[in-house]
C-alpha cells in the first residue's frame, strides 16, 4: 500500500497522505506529536522543511518556468522526451514490472521534475505511481495544475481509473512534492526506479530509496550541445563533461547503456529568448552579449543542435 511509501521530512515517521492534510503518525517523534502538512488547492504538498532551504524561494524562478514551458510545449526537445520514456519502458516490461500478475504497484521518482513536461509522459509508459519532486514551488503548482486538469493526482485515483479503463489505457497516479532531493520523504527502498533530468545527482540519496535492482535514468548535455549559442555567448566555450558523475555513482550503480539523441533547432526569437532564460546562459552570460545574440535574430532565424546522453544504471546488489 501507499500509505508507508512517505516519510515526514521533521521526524521520518510514517506519512499518511490525504485528500486535505497529510499527517505522520509520530512514532519516530520523542514527543510523540504528529505533523501535519496541508494539500495546496493546486494539489500538491509542501515537504519542505525551513530548516532545508538554502534561500527563500530555492530551485527554478516563475519566468525561468515559464519560459521552459513554453519552449518544451512548442516542442524542441521532444526527441528526448520520447526516448527516455521508450526506455522506461523497455525497462518495465524486460523485469515484468507492469505484468497483470504483479503483486506490487510499481513507483517511479522523477526528481528535479520541474514544471512535469518529462513527468507527464512517463505516466503513460505502464508504471503505478509517480512522485514528481522538484524544490521549486512554482514549478511543482504547474505541474500540480495540469495534472489535477486531467484527473492524475492521487486523491482523484477512483476517477483516473475508471476513465482510464474506459479507454483502454492505464496513466500513473501523480504525487507532486515540493523537497529537497537530498532528503526525500521517501520509505527506504521503496521506489522502483528514479529518473533525473537534467537534475541532482545524489548517489547516497537514491541508493537509499531504491529497491534492490532498482532502475536509475539520467539525461544531460553531451558534447556539442547548443554550441553555436554557448559560440555567441561566451568567448572561453567549455565542452560538457557529461560523464564526470559516473565515477560517484560506481559504488552503487552499474551502467547498463548509454543512448545518444539529438535534433535540430531553428529558434525564432522568441523561442531563442526562452532557451536562455531556461538555461544557466541567463545569469552566467554577459548582459550585452545576450542581447547581441537576440538582436540578430530579428530578422532571420537562429540554427543550432540540441544534444543529450541518456544513461540506464541499475542498483548494484552487494553480496
Known sequence: MLVSLFICPLCQSPLQPAADTWRCDGSLNPKKTAHPFDVARQGYVNLLPVQQKKSKAPGDSQAS?????????????????????????????????????KSKPVNWLDIGCGEGYYTQAMAQTGMDTIIAADIS????????????????????????????????SKTAVIYPLV?????????????????????????TAFNDVLTSKGYLIIAKPDAGHLSAVREALFDDVREHDSDKFLQDLAPYFTLLNTYNVST????????????????????????????????????????????????????????
Open 65 to 101: 518556468i515559464e519560459a521552459r514551458k513554453r519552449f518544451l510545449n512548442a516542442g524542441h526537445y521532444q526527441p528526448l522526451q520520447a526516448l527516455i520514456c521508450q526506455k522506461m519502458a523497455e525497462l518495465l516490461v524486460k523485469d515484468e514490472l507492469i505484468s497483470k500478475q
Open 137 to 168: 514551488k512554482p514549478a511543482v503548482v504547474e505541474l500540480a495544475k495540469a495534472n489535477k486538469a486531467t484527473h492524475s493526482l492521487w486523491y482523484q485515483k477512483e476517477v483516473t481509473v475508471d476513465a482510464k479503463l474506459a479507454e483502454g
Open 179 to 203: 523537497t529537497s532531493a537530498a532528503h526525500l520523504p521517501l520509505r527506504k527502498h521503496s521506489i522502483n526506479g528514479i529518473s533525473s533530468i537534467f537534475s541532482p545527482i545524489l548517489p
Open 264 to 319: 535540430e533547432l531553428t529558434l525564432s526569437a522568441d523561442d531563442l529568448a526562452d532557451l536562455l532564460t531556461m538555461t544557466p546562459y541567463a545569469y552566467r552570460a554577459r548582459s550585452e552579449k545576450k542581447q547581441a545574440l537576440l538582436a540578430s535574430v530579428v530578422t532571420e532565424k537562429f540554427a543550432t543542435e540540441a544534444k543529450f546522453i541518456v544513461y540506464v544504471m541499475q542498483k548494484t546488489v552487494i553480496v
